[in-house]
């Protein structure tokens, strides 16, 4: 998978050459470059941002440097009819980032990430780049950020752990889709008892279907405390008689 990153920081995604990630890209599997927005400006203070027409606080992110940008990375770097990357652009005003869409994601051959700052970037952009390749504005939550880079850093890490190979058990993959749509029940490893905590004995029992039961339990009991939202949008189907006696 190719991912690019537009930013006007770009030490600020360091962290993607760490870990599980870098190994990723150093093994190949993630062909991933950062570049800097301020590169397409032609200014000598390399300005990329401007006051928000109509009036009011902070400042927007010009067209011209994205413009340009994407005129380079995209359109004079491919021939004509080759495929073009789906592009996300990083907002609090998008659509919500999920596990389903980071499944969408994993599946594509070329992502590209714009970082928007500030009051964010001027809305032409995107209806620009709509006009020749998929576009989504996203966002990782009901919050605002100082900018996308944090969001890019979420999204990514999210992402790059469903591409096949990078993670290398790919079995805790499997277990996150047995428990679609619940929260996962808590995890324990030995000693069997810290300071005076024990772990459940039914996961010390090898007993594997009383292990999958209780662990299905916690599944449902957690979902309800702490994403009631989330239980209710579960399909009547995928709850089984004994999910009702609880
Ligand atoms: N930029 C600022 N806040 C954001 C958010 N919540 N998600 C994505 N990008 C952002």
Request: glycine fraction near 10%; charged fraction near 25%; proline fraction near 7%.
């Amino acid at each position: 998978m190719k991912i690019d990153v537009v930013t006007v920081f770009p030490e600020y995604l360091s962290p993607l050459d760490l870990s599980l990630i870098g190994r990723a890209r150093q093994r190949g599997l993630i062909d991933l470059d950062v570049h800097d927005l301020r590169r397409w400006t032609h200014d000598v203070h390399h300005s990329v941002d401007g006051a928000p027409a109509g009036g009011g606080a902070g400042m927007v992110m010009k067209p011209q440097p994205w413009g340009e940008c994407l005129d380079e990375l995209v359109f004079q770097r491919q021939g004509p009819g080759e495929e073009k990357p789906r592009l996300l652009v990083t907002s609090p005003a998008g659509r919500p980032f999920t596990q389903a869409m980071a499944h969408e994601l994993a599946a594509e051959p070329w992502l590209m990430f714009a970082c928007g700052r500030y009051e964010g970037i001027d809305q032409r952009v995107v209806d620009h780049a709509s006009q020749a390749m998929e576009v989504t504005e996203v966002s990782i939550g009901d919050y605002v950020l100082f900018g996308g880079e944090v969001a890019v850093l979420a999204i990514v890490e999210a992402v790059a752990r469903l591409v096949p190979g990078v993670l290398g058990n790919a079995a805790s993959l499997d277990d996150e889709s047995h428990n679609a749509g619940l929260l996962e029940a808590p995890a324990y490893t030995r000693p069997a008892e810290w300071r005076g905590l024990e772990i459940p004995p039914v996961l010390l029992s090898g007993d594997h279907g009383k292990v999958d039961r209780w662990r299905r339990e916690q599944a449902l009991l957690r979902t309800a405390a702490a994403r009631p939202d989330l239980l209710a949008r579960l399909e009547a189907g995928s709850l089984d008689e004994r999910d009702r006696l609880l």
